[in-house]
C-alpha cells in the first residue's frame, strides 16, 4: 500500500485466501485490506494517538438513513454526553476530494449533527466546523485535540 499523509503507526496484518487484511481495533476484527480501508485504519490511528480521542467513543461502519436510503458512514467520535463529535469520510487515495464528497458528508451530518467534519483521501485532508445558525461548515487547518 501506498505511503499517506500520516505519521508513520504500526498495523497488524494477515494473509488468508490470497488476501491481506489489516486487524481494525475498534471493529475488533481483521477487515481486507483496501485502498479507503488503508485510509481508515491511519486515520484512527491518527485520532485516537495524536488527537486524543478515547477508543470507547469512536464507532466504524455504521449504517445511517439519510433521506429515506440507506447509507454507511466511515468513523464517527462521540462526545461523552452521547451527541456526535466529528465524522469522518474517507475515500481511497486516487479518488479525488471534490465537491460531492463535500455534499456527502453534509447529507450525513443533515441526520447527525456533528460539530466537526473530516475528509480524506489519506493525501488530503480537510477539516471544517459546523455553525448550525447560518447552516455552513467553516474551514479549519486542523480538528482540535479532543477534550473529555
Known amino acids: 500500500m ?3 499523509n500520516f505519521p508513520k503507526f504500526s498495523f497488524r496484518f494477515k494473509s488468508s485466501e490470497n488476501k491481506i487484511s489489516i486487524f481494525d481495533s475498534i471493529r475488533k476484527k481483521f477487515v ?6 488503508w485510509v481508515r485504519q491511519h486515520c484512527l490511528l491518527y485520532l485516537m494517538q495524536v488527537k486524543g480521542v478515547p477508543k470507547s467513543l469512536i464507532n466504524v461502519e455504521k449504517e445511517l438513513i439519510v433521506n429515506a436510503l440507506k447509507k454507511r458512514y466511515d468513523i464517527v467520535v462521540y462526545n461523552p454526553s452521547g451527541t456526535i463529535h466529528l465524522i469522518v469520510e474517507c475515500k481511497a487515495p486516487h479518488i479525488t476530494i471534490s465537491q460531492d464528497t463535500f455534499d456527502q458528508i ?3 451530518n443533515m441526520v447527525l449533527n456533528a460539530d466537526y467534519l473530516m475528509v480524506t483521501n489519506g493525501l488530503n485532508h480537510y477539516y471544517c466546523q459546523m455553525d448550525f445558525k447560518t447552516e455552513r461548515y467553516m474551514f479549519l487547518k486542523d480538528i482540535p485535540n479532543y477534550k473529555l
Open 2 to 4: 501506498q505511503d499517506l
Open 32 to 37: 481486507v485490506l483496501q485502498p479507503e480501508e
Open 106 to 108: 453534509a447529507r450525513y
